[in-house]
C-alpha cells in the first residue's frame, strides 16, 4: 500500500487566526479516513488546501509523485482529486441527468478519460443513477431536489469525476439521522470496486467509526489524534475537544456552516 | 506651462460636472446595488424641468438673479416627483432579481422616459441661457473662463463634502453606511432598509437631476443628451469602483483631466481616451479602483 | 454487430438533425426563399435586416446561456459592417461572400483577443468592460475622418462568389442573408446540445462546479464570446450590404441595447426566439416609426419591463411553457 496524499508542515492563517497549525499526514491507497472536530477545528480548510480552494500559507501537499501545491482546482481535478461539497454544488436548472451528463462528459474529456471514454459516457450516467438511487429524479430539476437527494447528487457528480481520491465536506449534513446510514451504504458500495481512496468530514461518530480504517481528530488547526477509530475515540484529548463530553456538543454545532 | 494650466483648469471644471452627473449612480449602486442606467434620463430630466422653471420665472420678469434658486427647484422637483414613483411603482417589485436583471429594468426605464419626455417636452432645443451668461467670465492669466464654471466647481465641492459629512458624522448617514456595508445585518439590528432605499433612490434621483439642471444652461437640451451622459456617469463609477464615493470623486478627476488633456494636445481621441481609460481601469482593476473584498463561498 | 445495437441507442445521446428544431428551421428556410420573389420591396428589405439582427442576437443568445449579458454587442456588429465597407470603400472589392467573410474574421479576430480579458468577468463587470470597448470604436469611429466620421460611407456590391448579382440583386442578396442566418442557426442548436453546449449552462448555474468537474470555465466563455462576435460580424455585414452605407452609431451603446431588448423579449428557449424576435421588433419598429415616432420607446421600454415581470423566459417560453407543466 503506497501514500497517496500527503501533506508536510501546512499552515494556513487567515489575518489571525490559524486555521491550519503544522499539518503533517500521509494518506494511504485505498484507505477510508474520516476528518472529526468541533466548528472552525480546519477540517474543511484542510480540504480545500488540498483541493484548491485555498493556497496554503506554507508548506506542502504531495499526490502521488507530484506537488500539487498551489495548483488550481481545475488542475488538481484533472490529476484524479475531487471533491463535494457541504452544500451541494449543482447545477441548478439543469436536470438530474443533465448535471451527470455535464459531470462524466467533462471527465471523459480529460486525459484520464482513455479513447474509449467518450463512448461509455450514457453507461457511465446509468450506473451511477443506480448506484445512488437517482432513477427517481432523473428528469427534476436539481435546484428543487429535496436536501438529501441533492446531497446524493454532489457526491455522485465527485464519483463523476472519475477520482483517485474522494473528498466529501459532511456527506451527510442535512440528511435525517436514519437515512444517514443509508446514505453511507451507497457512497461506500459505489466506491467499492473502484479502489479509491475516500477523506471526509463527518460529525456522527457512529458513522465514523463504521465506515472508516483511521481517523484524524483536528482542534484549532491541528491534528490532535490520528489512528483506528476505536483508539482515537477514545483519547481524552478527543473526547474533550471533539465529542465534548465536557463542554458544548460538536455534534451539535456541527449543523451550521463549518469553519 | 500656459496649456498645462489649461488643462489643470479645464480638468477641474469637466471632473466637478463628471462628479455631479455620476455620484448619484454610485450612491444607489452602494446602497441599493442597482446599476440604474435610467440616471442620465433623470439628468435629462432635470435639465428639461430646468429650462420650463427658469423659463418661466424669467419670463414672469422676476430678477434673473433668481433663475439660480429655480435650476435648483427643478431639481429638487424632479427628485421628489420621479424618485418615489419609480422607486415605489417599480423598483420595489425587482428587488431580489440579479443585479444584471435590474440593469435591464432600468434599461427599460430609460426607454420610457426618453419617450415621455419627448412627449412632455418635444423634441426641438430648448435652452436656458440665462443663468450663463449672467455671470460674465474672468481671467486666470491670459485665459478666459465664464464665471458659471466656477459654480459648478463650487456645487461639486459643496455636494461632496455634504455628503462626506453626512455619512460620517450624522446617524442618519451611519445607518445608510450599514446597509451599504450588509443589507441583512442592517435589517436585522432593525434599520428599516424599504424607507433607505426610497430615500436613497429619491436623493440619487435629485443628485442626476441636478446634475441636469446645472448643465441646462450651457448646452441645448435636447433628445439624446441622456444616452451620451448616461455612459460618461458608468465610465466615472466604475472606474471609481462601484457603490464608492470616494472613488466616484477619484474616477471623475480621472475623466476629467484625461479628457482635458485630450482635447488640448490630442483632439482625435477626446472621446475615445475616456473610454480607454475605463477600459484600462477595469482590466487592471476589475472591480474599479476602490473595490470591496469578496467573500468566500464554500 | 447487430448485437451492439439495442445498447447504442442508450449510450448516445439521441442524434442531432432530426429533432423538431432542426424541422421547423429546414421549413423556415424552404418557406422564406420561396415567398422571398414574391414579397413587396419594403417587407423584404424588413426581413432582410430582421434575419440579421436575429443572426446578431442569436450570438447573445449564447452568451445569455452562459449567464453573460454584454452591452457591447454593438462592437462586433459595427466591425463586421466597417470591415465589408472598407473593403469596398479602400479597395473597390464587391463581392458579398468575400466582404462577408471579412465581417466574420475581423469580428472573430478581435474577439480572439478581447476575449482574453472579458472571459474574467462576470455580471454587470461583464457589461460594462464590454460596452467600454463597443464605446472606445464608437469614439474611434466619430473621429476618424478616412471612414467618413460621424456620416460613414456608403457601400454596395456586384457579385456573390464571383457570380454577378445583376438585376437579381436584391433578390439574391435576401437569399443570402436566409442561408446565413440559417446556418448559423442550426450550427448554434447543433452546438447548443452538444457537450459544449451543456457546459454553458452548467457555467450559468455554478462555475465553481465546473472548475472542480476539471474543465476551465474561462476557455468555454472565451469560446462562446468568440462564436458570438462572429455571429455579431456576420449580421453587421449583412446590414450594412443591405442599407448600403455604414456608420458609428452601429457601435454606439443604444445599439447594443436594441439587441439586448430582442434577446429578452425573445428569450433564450430556442435559436428560432432570436429571429422571431428580431421580426417582430422590426415590424413594430417600422410601424411606430411611421405612425407615432415618439412613442417607439415607450413602447419597447413598456414591453421590456412586462416581459421581465410576467414572461422571464421571453416569448419563446409561451410555447415551451405546456410541456414543462
Known amino acids: 500500500m503506497g501514500v497517496v496524499l500527503e501533506a508536510r508542515d501546512l499552515n494556513k492563517t487567515f489575518g489571525a487566526v490559524t486555521a491550519a497549525n503544522n499539518i503533517n499526514v500521509r494518506i494511504d491507497q485505498d484507505s477510508v479516513v474520516g476528518l472529526i472536530g468541533s466548528n472552525g477545528a480546519g477540517k474543511t480548510t484542510f480540504i480545500n488546501m488540498v483541493t484548491g480552494y485555498l493556497k496554503p500559507t506554507s508548506g506542502s501537499i504531495r499526490y502521488l509523485d507530484r506537488d500539487i501545491t498551489g495548483m488550481s482546482p481545475r488542475q488538481i481535478t484533472q490529476l484524479g482529486i475531487c471533491r463535494s461539497f457541504q452544500i451541494p454544488q449543482l447545477f441548478g436548472n439543469l436536470s438530474v441527468i443533465e448535471n451527470l451528463q455535464v459531470g462524466v462528459g467533462i471527465a471523459s474529456r480529460s486525459p484520464r478519460g482513455g479513447p474509449d471514454a467518450r463512448m461509455q459516457e450514457a453507461h457511465e450516467i446509468e450506473t451511477l443513477i443506480e448506484r445512488f438511487n437517482l432513477g427517481g429524479y432523473r428528469h427534476h430539476r436539481a435546484g428543487l431536489l429535496p436536501e438529501g437527494i441533492r446531497k446524493l447528487l454532489d457526491i455522485a457528480m465527485a464519483v463523476a469525476g472519475r477520482p483517485q481520491v474522494l473528498l466529501l465536506d459532511e456527506p451527510t449534513s442535512g440528511v435525517s439521522a436514519d437515512e444517514k446510514f443509508r446514505l453511507m451504504d451507497m457512497v461506500m458500495s459505489a466506491l467499492k470496486t473502484q479502489g479509491v481512496t475516500v477523506l471526509f468530514v463527518e460529525h456522527d461518530m457512529e458513522i465514523v467509526s463504521r465506515y472508516t480504517h483511521r481517523i484524524l481528530a483536528f482542534y484549532e488547526g491541528r491534528i490532535i489524534a490520528d489512528g483506528e477509530p476505536a483508539v482515537v475515540l477514545r483519547e481524552t484529548e478527543v473526547r474533550r475537544y471533539v465529542i465534548g463530553e465536557h463542554g458544548h456538543s460538536a455534534a451539535a454545532a456541527g449543523e451550521n456552516n463549518d469553519d | ?298 | 454487430m447487430q448485437v451492439n445495437k439495442p445498447s447504442q441507442s442508450l449510450k448516445r445521446p439521441p442524434a442531432p438533425g432530426v429533432d423538431r428544431t432542426t424541422l421547423m428551421l429546414v421549413g423556415a428556410l424552404v418557406i422564406l426563399l420561396a415567398v422571398g420573389p414574391i414579397l413587396p420591396r419594403w417587407a423584404m428589405f424588413m426581413l432582410n435586416v430582421s434575419l440579421s439582427w436575429g443572426t446578431v442576437v442569436l450570438g447573445m443568445l449564447l452568451l445569455m446561456r452562459t449567464g453573460l449579458v454584454s452591452f457591447g454587442t454593438g462592437l462586433y456588429y459595427c466591425l463586421g459592417a466597417y470591415a465589408a465597407g472598407a473593403l469596398h470603400h479602400f479597395y473597390g472589392i464587391a463581392d458579398v461572400a468575400v466582404m462577408l467573410a471579412a465581417s466574420v474574421a475581423v469580428a472573430a479576430a478581435v474577439a480572439v483577443v478581447l476575449g482574453f480579458l472579458l472571459a474574467k468577468y462576470r455580471d454587470i463587470f461583464f457589461a460594462m468592460l464590454s460596452l467600454a470597448f463597443s464605446m472606445i470604436l464608437y469614439g474611434l469611429l466619430v473621429k476618424t475622418s478616412a471612414l467618413g466620421s460621424t456620416d460613414g460611407f456608403g457601400l454596395s456590391v456586384k457579385t456573390i462568389a464571383g457570380f454577378p448579382l445583376g438585376e437579381w440583386e436584391r433578390n439574391l442578396m435576401f437569399s443570402t442573408t436566409v442561408v446565413v442566418a440559417f446556418c448559423a442557426a442550426l450550427g448554434m442548436h447543433r452546438y447548443l446540445s452538444s457537450h459544449q453546449g451543456r457546459l454553458a449552462s452548467a457555467i450559468r448555474d455554478n462555475e465553481l462546479r465546473v472548475e472542480y468537474m476539471g474543465a476551465s470555465v474561462r476557455r468555454v466563455i472565451h469560446v462562446n464570446y468568440v462564436i458570438s462576435a462572429a455571429l455579431a460580424g456576420a449580421g453587421g455585414g449583412l446590414v450594412g450590404i443591405a442599407i448600403g452605407h455604414v456608420d458609428p452609431e452601429m457601435a454606439f451603446w443604444t445599439t447594443s441595447g436594441e439587441f439586448v431588448f430582442i434577446a429578452i423579449l425573445a428569450g433564450t428557449g430556442s435559436v428560432l426566439a432570436p429571429f422571431l424576435g428580431a421580426i417582430i421588433f422590426e415590424t413594430v419598429r417600422s410601424f411606430a416609426y411611421e405612425y407615432s415616432p415618439n412613442t417607439w420607446q415607450l413602447i419597447l421600454g413598456t414591453t421590456m419591463l412586462l416581459v421581465i415581470m410576467f414572461l422571464p423566459g421571453g416569448l419563446w417560453s409561451i410555447f415551451t411553457r405546456r410541456k414543462a407543466a
Open chain 2, 1 to 298: 506651462m500656459n496649456q498645462f494650466l489649461a488643462i489643470v483648469i479645464d480638468g477641474i471644471i469637466y471632473s466637478s460636472w463628471l462628479f455631479i452627473i455620476a455620484v448619484g449612480l454610485t450612491l444607489i449602486y452602494g446602497v441599493m446595488k442597482i446599476l440604474n442606467v435610467a440616471h442620465g434620463s433623470l439628468y435629462a430630466l432635470g435639465a428639461y424641468a430646468a429650462t420650463a422653471f427658469g423659463g418661466y420665472w424669467l419670463a414672469q420678469g422676476y430678477p434673473p438673479i433668481g433663475s439660480y434658486g429655480m435650476l435648483v427647484l427643478a431639481a429638487v422637483f424632479v427628485g421628489l416627483v420621479a424618485g418615489p414613483l419609480i422607486e415605489r411603482g417599480l423598483l420595489r417589485l425587482m428587488y431580489g432579481k440579479d443585479e444584471v436583471v435590474l440593469v435591464l429594468v432600468t434599461y427599460a426605464v430609460f426607454l420610457i422616459l426618453e419617450d415621455m419626455t419627448k412627449l412632455a417636452f418635444g423634441v426641438d432645443p430648448l435652452s436656458i441661457p440665462e443663468p450663463y451668461g449672467l455671470l460674465g467670465s474672468f481671467e486666470i492669466g491670459e485665459l478666459m473662463y465664464p464665471t458659471y464654471s466656477l459654480v459648478l466647481v463650487l456645487v461639486s465641492v459643496f455636494v461632496a463634502v455634504a455628503l462626506a459629512l453626512f455619512l460620517g458624522r450624522t446617524r442618519h448617514g451611519k445607518v445608510l453606511q450599514a446597509v451599504i456595508h450588509d443589507r441583512e445585518i442592517a435589517s436585522a439590528v432593525g434599520i428599516n432598509v424599504s424607507r433607505v432605499y426610497l430615500v436613497t433612490f429619491t436623493a440619487g434621483v435629485m443628485l442626476a437631476a441636478l446634475g441636469g439642471a446645472l448643465t441646462a444652461p450651457t448646452i441645448s437640451v435636447q433628445p439624446g443628451i441622456a444616452a451620451e451622459v448616461i455612459v460618461l456617469a458608468f465610465a466615472v463609477v466604475v472606474i471609481g469602483g462601484l457603490g464608492s464615493l470616494g472613488g466616484a470623486a477619484l474616477g471623475a478627476v480621472i475623466v476629467g483631466m484625461v479628457r482635458a488633456w485630450a482635447v488640448h494636445k490630442w483632439p482625435e481621441v477626446e472621446l475615445f481616451s475616456v473610454y480607454a481609460v475605463m477600459a484600462l481601469v477595469l482590466i487592471m482593476r476589475p472591480k474599479g479602483l476602490f473595490a470591496a473584498p469578496e467573500a468566500r463561498k464554500i
